[in-house]
């Protein structure tokens, strides 16, 4: 009840006409403050008019005035700042650690401010406010969409630059990054243990023999354990047994590697082919990707064919019929999505270039959206998405704030309160993608 209120205060839903103290002064709202999501009152710097007279400080909001002794605020000196005590029930007067008197006012919440708020709060949907979204104005919803791919950004860079204090070598950041996405979700924690155990530098060394980059990305995935026929398997086995001696390398547990419920073509052995394609062609690639992060351009990067005997293969020692297996498009925009994007974004932060930030912001909007269920969930409700900045910034929604049920923090709900009439009904959630 008591965020509630505060939601109500912020934003300025309370019935303002009437408003005084428990004294009979007229109270006037100039600025409600700023939140303050720390301990201490909950806004700060509010200006309020009272009696004539401008008082500039700290508002404290509870649904009883009893509630600032229940919580000891008249012995916290960090509450001898509040200008105005804001409550539902004015059931007691409240006072500094002085023993000066604090003026209250009592809130008053239209009815119909609370029947949404309770609702939205108390529904058990995810995203209760579906069926009514297309009523949020399209200048609204692309506001919030902006600012939700931004911080989506934000909360991917946070992990990379976690890496780059750990390695400093950006090359190396992103050599770990891509390996990590090229797990799509399923393997994505065995294909970052597998990068972390093979610096990069030892792959850049063997780069015009893909032989050699197969032969330690296979090893060092545990994957070329054990007894084969395959003369091919043979030969990258004592190709991995020089080079793991070479290098001083310890593989990790070919079990962490998962295949069931995988499609084929996503076998951990097809996608460390994929790898070592791209790695074979591309030098360090973050290069690359700093001087042109143009979507066409980076497709050729990584759609390289496999070698040989992975289109005939999709594990060792069983022979399946002919195909090719590039990484192909859909794939490759998962990748730049995922791994180009936010590494791009993460450097221009960490340099402070606000080119390379523009830039990848730019690279998903030149992105076409991305399609899945939980994307599809909020197309069928009325938003229009053009891009991959879109359906990024829907998911950072779901994820962030419909799941999280922080509905008082979402933009929607804001302009669906503002409108007034409650939500009647729903759109039923679906299963949410990776």
């Known amino acids: 009840m008591e965020r509630l209120l505060q939601y109500v205060w912020k934003y300025r839903f309370y019935d303002e006409a009437g408003m005084c103290t428990a004294e009979g002064l007229p109270v006037t709202v100039i600025d409600p403050g700023i939140q303050n999501p720390d301990a201490g009152p909950d806004f700060f710097n509010a200006k309020i008019r ?12 509870h649904r009883k005035a009893s509630e600032w002794h229940t919580h000891h605020h008249d012995r916290d000196p960090a509450y001898d700042s509040v200008i105005l005590h804001v409550v539902e029930e004015d059931d007691t007067p409240v006072r500094r650690t002085n023993g000066e008197t604090i003026r209250q006012a009592v809130i008053r919440v239209p009815p119909r401010v609370r029947e949404h708020m309770e609702w939205l709060l108390a529904h058990d949907t995810q995203s209760p406010c579906l069926e009514r979204i297309s009523e ?8 919030w969409l902006n600012a939700l ?37 399923t393997n994505s ?62 593989p990790v547990e070919g079990f962490l590697f998962r295949k069931l419920r995988i499609r084929p073509v996503n076998f951990p052995h097809i996608r460390l082919a994929q790898l070592a394609a791209i790695w074979s062609t591309n030098d360090t690639l973050f290069s690359e ?14 759609n390289i064919p496999v070698s040989d005997y992975w289109e005939t293969h999709y594990h060792f020692d069983a022979v399946s019929p002919s195909r090719k297996k590039p990484v192909g498009a859909n794939t490759v925009h998962v990748i730049l999505i995922n791994t180009v994007a936010p590494v791009l974004f993460a450097y221009g ?38 891009s991959a900045a879109d359906t990024q910034a829907l998911i950072q929604l ?37």
């Not at 390695?167 to 190396?172: K, P, Q, V």
């Not at 700093?290 to 497709?299: A, K, V």
């Open 149 to 185: 791919v931004g911080e989506r950004l934000e909360r991917k860079t946070a992990a990379v630059l976690t890496l780059q204090e750990r390695y400093e070598d950006w090359n190396e950041v992103f050599y770990i990054t891509l390996m990590r996405n090229f797990g799509f979700g």
């Open 189 to 250: 924690d065995a294909f970052e243990w597998l990068a972390e155990s093979l610096p990069f530098h030892c792959i850049r060394k063997h780069r015009d023999n893909r032989l050699s980059i197969e032969a330690l990305l296979f090893g060092q995935a545990g994957l070329l354990a054990g007894t084969y026929n395959d003369p091919y398997c043979r030969l990258l086995q004592r190709e991995y047994a020089f080079l793991q001696t070479k290098y001083r390398l310890k």
């Open 349 to 386: 932060k960490k340099k402070q270039q606000p080119e390379y930030t523009t830039r990848a912001l730019q690279l998903l909007e030149d992105l076409p959206p991305e399609r899945n269920s939980l994307v599809k969930t909020f197309t069928r409700a009325g938003i229009r998405v053009k």
């Open 289 to 302: 990707v700093l001087e042109n992060s143009r979507p066409e351009i980076l497709n050729d990067r990584f």
């Open 50 to 61: 009272i009696a004539g007279t401008v008082w500039a400080g700290c508002v404290e909001i």
């Open 136 to 143: 949020v104005e399209s200048i609204h919803m692309s506001a």
């Open 398 to 434: 779901r994820r962030e704030y419909c799941e999280k049920k922080k509905c008082l923090y979402c933009r929607i709900a804001y302009h669906l309160i503002r409108k007034g009439s409650p939500v009647k009904s729903c759109v039923p959630a679906t299963a949410n993608d990776k």
